[in-house]
């Protein structure tokens, strides 16, 4: 099965960081989770808020568990709150279902994990989150 190698997990923070910086937005923290759910690598920028961890493993946990991006999240939340609240309450309340958690696919559709980034507005977090795929040659879906 294909993954994501930690020298890619470590280019996609690099890049969603770099696009961060030119974006001028506030510090952010970048976790990416293999297909089975599992870090592979996370970076936290100085002056982020220590409780960035959680929040953007639960953006990227949610999209991988699920096979569904932060987007299409927030709006099954918004259409149903009860099937959404489910899935929290199965996942031990790890699911942060809103823009910033994206799927990361390779050229054949192949779901290799996901990335959460946050720090700043969920939009934000997601435009940024897509260059840093985008860089490496991989697909994103926010």
């Known amino acids: 099965m294909p993954e994501i190698s930690l020298r890619r997990a470590r280019q996609i923070i690099k890049g ?45 946990y949610g999209a991988v568990m699920l096979g569904m991006a932060g987007r299409a999240q927030m709006a099954r939340a918004e259409q149903q709150a009860y099937f959404m609240a489910a899935v929290n309450g199965a996942y031990g309340g790890q699911v942060v279902p809103v823009p910033g958690g994206i799927l990361v696919r390779d050229a054949k559709g192949n779901t290799l994990g996901a990335i959460g980034v946050t720090g700043d507005t969920s939009d934000n977090d997601a435009e940024a989150g897509l260059a840093g795929i985008e860089r490496v040659g991989l697909i994103g879906e926010a």
């Open 16 to 60: 969603v960081l770099e696009k961060g910086a030119e974006l001028g937005l506030k510090p952010l923290s970048v976790v990416v989770l293999d297909a089975g759910g599992h870090v592979k690598a996370f970076e936290r920028q100085d002056d982020a808020a220590p409780g960035r961890f959680a929040i953007a493993h639960g953006k990227a």
